[in-house]
């Protein structure tokens, strides 16, 4: 404790006028608090290099529809080919995730989904099983997915052709498998990636395991040459569609709040019949790393955020940033979620590529396409890159 005592008052005490007595010189101490901001400034600016980084994230598309779509269908056959009118969809539009949730707030075990009995599921487990189902490639499914009853007609639903359900001829720049044993020459794992040879990672992993694997540009030697398992994002940052992840919530509000992105969906839209219309060429999506589109089964969204215990009271101009009504005076009293779901993507589709048109009528007029680059995030650049393409050849 005297030695404490000691240390801390022989520091030297701050006053107007420096102090000299512990022998240092005014020269000295002017450098020591150079140093101290010096270190200030290295970890201000490496904050503002992580946050810097922030932006460069891959932009994704989110949906969230209710597990109840599929309590309308009248036999499991007819469930199964909605659910992959859904899948089917999703990946047509280049969607990233899919979200189930089920409308009834009081349902908050998210594990019925991993049910492994052959029990009829319900709606959102149901939903969720085929899905995952449809969007892992042909030649994983086996290993991945026992026999269960829910799977009984997905032989009828047509392939989604997906990028990454690649054939056994085909060569891609990162293939998805599945972990095998150890291999005893390379101390690595053998992975099944849907090609004559296993592949060899140079890394020890459990069996039974979905990876996505780097496979380069050499097809010689699959089985001899290590390669590297990356993150089931890097093929998204190298541009490439690589299926959608689905998610199951308990309910509405649980859709917001258990997001797997940073900082949550920036923009959510919601589709209702009570929705506002907006003309598409009226329609302003701002530019969002991770948009969010929700869908409501027969009642409505409005029901279904009645329903949640975190949401209810509110009205649904209150949890969406956008209400839309894409389809205003329409004939029928309901439009089904599948029909709902091309008009929606569409829509929203059409919005960008009717702007981009008008923004290449303009830039013909001024003979400038400045504009065009500042409107649209990186997410458009495939669309931006396509207008400037049709600006040269005009001239």
Same mark, same amino acid.
């Given at each position: 404790?005297?030695?404490?005592?000691?240390?801390?008052?022989?520091?030297?005490?701050?006053?107007?006028?420096?102090? =000299?007595?512990?022998?240092?010189?005014?020269?000295?101490?002017?450098?020591?608090?150079?140093?101290?901001?010096?270190?200030?400034?290295?970890?201000?600016?490496?904050?503002?290099?992580?946050?810097?980084?922030?932006?460069?994230?891959?932009?994704?598309?989110?949906?969230? =529809?209710?597990?109840?779509?599929?309590?309308?269908?009248?036999? =499991?056959?007819?469930?199964?080919?909605?659910?992959?009118?859904?899948?089917?969809?999703?990946?047509?539009?280049?969607?990233?995730?899919?979200?189930?949730?089920?409308?009834?707030?009081?349902?908050?075990?998210?594990?019925?989904?991993?049910?492994?009995?052959?029990?009829?599921?319900?709606?959102?487990?149901?939903?969720?099983?085929?899905?995952?189902?449809?969007?892992?490639?042909?030649?994983?499914?086996?290993?991945?997915?026992?026999?269960?009853?829910?799977?009984?007609?997905?032989?009828?639903?047509?392939?989604?052709?997906?990028?990454?359900?690649?054939?056994?001829?085909?060569?891609?720049?990162?293939?998805?498998?599945?972990?095998?044993?150890?291999?005893?020459?390379?101390?690595?794992?053998?992975?099944?990636?849907?090609?004559?040879?296993?592949?060899?990672?140079?890394?020890?992993?459990?069996?039974?395991?979905?990876?996505?694997?780097?496979?380069?540009?050499?097809?010689?030697?699959?089985?001899? =040459?290590?390669?590297?398992?990356?993150?089931?994002?890097?093929?998204?940052?190298?541009?490439?569609?690589?299926?959608?992840?689905?998610?199951?919530?308990?309910?509405?509000?649980?859709?917001?709040?258990?997001?797997?992105?940073?900082?949550?969906?920036?923009?959510?839209?919601?589709?209702?019949?009570?929705?506002?219309?907006?003309?598409?060429?009226?329609?302003?999506?701002?530019?969002?790393?991770?948009?969010?589109?929700?869908?409501?089964?027969?009642?409505?969204?409005?029901?279904?955020?009645?329903?949640?215990?975190?949401?209810?009271?509110?009205?649904?101009?209150?949890?969406?940033?956008?209400?839309?009504?894409?389809?205003?005076?329409?004939?029928?009293?309901?439009?089904?979620?599948?029909?709902?779901?091309?008009?929606?993507?569409?829509?929203?589709?059409?919005?960008?590529?009717?702007?981009?048109?008008?923004? @290449? @009528?303009?830039?013909?007029?001024?003979?400038?396409?400045?504009?065009?680059?500042?409107?649209?995030?990186?997410?458009?650049?495939?669309?931006?890159?396509?207008?400037?393409?049709?600006?040269?050849?005009?001239?």
């Amino acid at each position: 404790m005297g030695k404490k005592t000691k240390r801390e008052s022989s520091e030297p005490i701050e006053e107007d006028e420096p102090d =000299l007595s512990n022998g240092c010189s005014l020269d000295t101490k002017l450098k020591k608090k150079k140093t101290k901001k010096h270190k200030k400034g290295i970890i201000e600016n490496e904050n503002e290099k992580e946050n810097t980084h922030k932006p460069n994230e891959t932009p994704t598309v989110s949906i969230a =529809l209710p597990g109840s779509i599929i309590d309308n269908a009248q036999s =499991l056959e007819l469930a199964t080919l909605l659910a992959g009118q859904i899948a089917r969809a999703a990946t047509i539009f280049r969607i990233n995730e899919v979200v189930v949730f089920d409308s009834k707030s009081s349902l908050t075990d998210a594990t019925i989904v991993a049910d492994s009995s052959n029990e009829n599921e319900s709606g959102a487990a149901f939903l969720v099983r085929i899905l995952k189902y449809l969007e892992t490639p042909q030649y994983l499914r086996k290993s991945l997915f026992p026999w269960h009853n829910s799977l009984r007609y997905v032989g009828v639903l047509p392939p989604l052709d997906a990028p990454h359900h690649l054939r056994k001829h085909e060569w891609a720049p990162f293939r998805d498998g599945v972990t095998k044993e150890r291999d005893s020459k390379s101390g690595g794992t053998l992975v099944d990636v849907g090609l004559s040879k296993d592949a060899i990672i140079d890394e020890v992993r459990e069996p039974g395991i979905r990876v996505t694997v780097a496979m380069g540009t050499n097809r010689n030697s699959i089985a001899d =040459l290590p390669r590297q398992v990356v993150s089931s994002a890097k093929p998204r940052e190298e541009g490439l569609y690589w299926g959608y992840n689905v998610r199951y919530a308990p309910n509405l509000s649980s859709v917001f709040k258990d997001t797997p992105f940073k900082g949550g969906y920036d923009y959510v839209i919601g589709t209702s019949e009570h929705g506002k219309f907006i003309k598409s060429s009226e329609l302003h999506i701002p530019a969002s790393r991770h948009l969010l589109i929700a869908f409501g089964g027969p009642p409505g969204l409005e029901e279904c955020i009645e329903e949640d215990d975190t949401l209810k009271g509110k009205e649904a101009v209150d949890v969406f940033n956008t209400y839309l009504n894409v389809c205003p005076d329409q004939g029928s009293r309901t439009i089904r979620s599948e029909v709902c779901f091309m008009f929606d993507f569409t829509f929203i589709r059409f919005t960008k590529c009717f702007v981009l048109f008008i923004l @290449y @009528y303009d830039a013909r007029q001024t003979g400038s396409h400045s504009n065009i680059t500042s409107v649209f995030p990186r997410a458009d650049s495939i669309f931006t890159a396509k207008i400037e393409q049709l600006m040269i050849s005009d001239r």
